[in-house]
């Protein structure tokens, strides 16, 4: 028989064991709760908003730019020197004939009238003027899309807006309307940006190279960045294609494999800038074996 003392020192003991059980349980249920608050913190990048782009593109490359179609130069279209204006038709104002105007687009119709191009210069957090960063809208057919490129890293974001959105006066980072006014970046991705845009962020025509950047006249508007770095950020985009083969067009010239660029006679090499002239650059009788190395690499990859 248990002595008064001994049944107290069993109470003690029961008690500190059901305290230790309850507080297991109750640590359990509190770990299970905080787990699940931190998963559904961290979405996958394919549900990620435009704003959460934004603000991600914005930690490299500082704040976006007040971007607007209004700001943005107009890009010259003319025939043998004289200014010429397309009617209307289902893919927009243009011909399909290059031989229709003097500086045709690399892909699409090879010439179409009111599509601009602009250019804002980064910026740092305290609103001064970043050299290192730049950003490039274009304007077709009532839409905004907009390349900002980092020229120290290669660092690059693609964007664009909706349909319904207002290109003249888009909302910024911020605004309470951005995710309404721009494509989530998973849209924007599954345009395979950079199966055009594959040597370069820009994409260098003699339409485009017509323009030169009014801060300085000696430039191109849109800047060319030779074999600089090229990085996407964004998880739903894919990454440049690239390859090992060396060569005498690659000791020059990042591959382009893209079939849309077929409007003048540049091939799959990208080409250094400004065009003057399309039909100066048929490099036709020129590193036939190596350009063949070239397009034998390009169809592996399977390209739409």
Not at 10 to 30: C, E, G, Q, W, Y
Not at 225 to 233: F, H, K, L, S
Request: include cysteine; proline fraction near 8%.
């Amino acid at each position: 028989m248990f002595s008064k003392k001994n049944q107290l020192t069993n109470i003690t003991r029961l008690s500190l064991i059901t305290f230790l059980i309850l507080s297991s349980i109750i640590s359990f249920n509190s770990c299970e709760k905080h787990t699940h608050d931190i998963t559904t913190t961290f979405e996958p990048a394919t549900s990620r908003t435009a704003l959460d782009h934004a603000y991600a593109c914005e930690e490299i490359l500082g704040p976006l730019p007040k971007f607007s179609c209004s700001d943005a130069i107009e890009v010259p279209s003319t025939q043998n020197g004289v200014p010429v204006t397309f009617p209307s038709g289902e893919e927009g104002s243009g011909s399909t004939n290059p031989n229709d105007c003097d500086h045709p687009w690399a892909f699409g119709m090879a010439c179409q009238t009111g599509n601009k191009v602009g250019r804002y210069q980064g910026l740092n957090i305290d609103g001064t003027e970043n050299p290192d960063v730049v950003f490039i809208t274009f304007c077709r057919d009532g839409g905004l899309g907009v390349i900002g490129y980092k020229y120290s890293t290669g660092e690059t974001c693609f964007f664009s807006i909706q349909d319904n959105a207002n290109p003249n006066n888009p909302p910024k980072p911020g605004d309470s309307e951005y995710n309404d006014a721009w494509m989530n970046p998973s849209i924007v991705a599954a345009d395979k940006c950079v199966n055009c845009h594959m040597a370069s962020p820009f994409i260098h025509s003699p339409a485009v190279d017509q323009l030169k950047n009014p801060q300085d006249t000696s430039e191109l508007l849109v800047p060319f960045t030779g074999n600089a770095p090229y990085i996407v950020i964004g998880a739903e985009f894919q990454q440049p294609y690239t390859t090992n083969i060396q060569n005498s067009c690659t000791s020059c010239h990042r591959p382009q494999c893209t079939q849309h660029f077929e409007n003048y006679p540049l091939d799959e090499l990208v080409m250094p800038p400004p065009f003057e002239n399309a039909t100066e650059f048929d490099h036709s009788t020129i590193s036939n074996a190596d350009r063949q190395a070239i397009r034998n690499w390009c169809n592996t990859l399977n390209l739409q």
